[in-house]
């Protein structure tokens, strides 16, 4: 496809996604370019290669933007060869220029998730007549308001990285802790709420978002740990609330473990404590991905992206029994059809003194984007009952 943006926030970006997903449910080829590459304000030529295998349902591909601006896409195309030939055969995209209504069809639609379509907070999406590359429109996608790239934003230097971070409200501290692949904007349906009654301090953990990290270290918890407890430190916070969601989850286990005189209160959402909490078809998938992302990592473009499977392939490797110096309340909170299994989410809370357990009704990984106002309430009345 042809892509170009249209901002001054340099740090902004976007490009293509391809997915394939298996006849089994598994994932097959998968590429986010997001790391890959850096789009600049001429329109130029961006591709995914992959290998679709015997085993293939579907092939998605798409458009994606992060942090504000304008980013515009024009002209996919996909072609595909058996391997024998050198000629590639194209095959037709509806609306490929977008010509046409968005809308119109079910050729293009908005959405993260391919079983439900969810309006993305901040972004619209729509076509436009302003410099297209061919034909009269093409595709803009357009970020406002969006956290994790607002001109407030700091950096803190802290254990030989620099870590990106934005402050909401006042009163006491409560620091945000995303999950594996996300960055500050997973909590856009969080920042106001908790900003009306406390200092919300929202991180861009190490080797996402805007912050740095140090390649020739292994991304593990225990170093994203001592990252926040020298970041905390740095900030002057004696003491702090907690709300994770998933990776976020598990390191405010870890600082809870770690560093109880640091930590008041903590909530998570999605976090298990071994890899095999994870449900074996989504541990198979993301053991699958890695060996894909490894197979095409050409030119390091995929780096990231195996050091963050790898990561919660790996990590943690904790027992229940250690969870007994969590001394602080903990809420634990899951989907009913979370990606962490059930028993385990359970097990968590039973094992920590002061663990509570809620279990949100028909919701996935994603509670606190599919029901923000049953999870916000739910973790306030925790963090406020005395």
Not at 60 to 83: M, P, S, T, W
Not at 219 to 241: A, R, V, Y
Request: hydrophobic share 35%; with cysteine.
């Amino acid at each position: 496809a042809k892509i170009r943006k249209d901002n001054k926030d340099n740090n902004s970006n976007c490009g293509l996604w391809c997915r394939i997903d298996n006849k089994d449910r598994s994932t097959g080829f998968f590429e986010n370019q997001y790391y890959g590459i850096k789009v600049t304000n001429e329109w130029k030529t961006y591709e995914i290669k992959g290998i679709i295998n015997t085993n293939a349902k579907t092939i998605n591909i798409g458009a994606f933007a992060q942090d504000n601006g304008d980013f515009y896409y024009d002209d996919f195309k996909l072609e595909v060869n058996d391997g024998k030939s050198k000629k590639w055969l194209e095959i037709p995209l509806e609306n490929s220029g977008f010509e046409n209504d968005i809308t119109a069809s079910n050729a293009w639609f908005e959405g993260i998730h391919s079983q439900k379509i969810t309006h993305v907070k901040h972004f619209t999406v729509g076509s436009s007549d302003y410099k297209p590359f061919s034909g009269h429109k093409s595709l803009l996608i357009k970020g406002q308001g969006i956290i994790g790239s607002m001109p407030d934003g700091k950096f803190m230097e802290v254990n030989g990285i620099k870590l990106y971070y934005e402050i909401y409200g006042e009163g006491e501290p409560l620091l945000m802790l995303h999950g594996n692949g996300q960055s500050i904007s997973a909590f856009m349906n969080q920042k106001d709420t908790f900003a009306k009654k406390y200092k919300v301090i929202i991180v861009d953990c190490r080797e996402r978002g805007k912050s740095t990290y140090d390649k020739t270290k292994e991304l593990t918890f225990d170093i994203q740990t001592e990252d926040l407890k020298q970041f905390l430190e740095k900030l002057n916070i004696k003491k702090t609330k907690i709300l994770g969601w998933s990776d976020g989850g598990i390191l405010a286990l870890s600082m809870a473990m770690k560093y109880p005189q640091l930590v008041d209160k903590i909530a998570c959402s999605g976090a298990n404590i071994f890899p095999e909490g994870v449900k074996d078809d989504e541990f198979k998938s993301m053991k699958e991905m890695l060996a894909s992302l490894t197979k095409e990592n050409k030119d390091h473009k995929n780096d990231v992206f195996i050091d963050l499977l790898n990561l919660d392939l790996k990590y943690p490797n904790w027992q229940y029994e250690d969870l007994k110096k969590i001394q602080c309340p903990s809420l634990i909170i899951a989907g009913d059809k979370d990606l962490i299994k059930t028993e385990h989410t359970v097990k968590i809370a039973e094992s920590i003194p002061q663990g509570q357990l809620a279990i949100i009704p028909n919701t996935s990984h994603y509670v606190p984007e599919e029901k923000p106002e049953l999870f916000n309430q739910l973790v306030i009345d925790f963090f406020e009952n005395k």
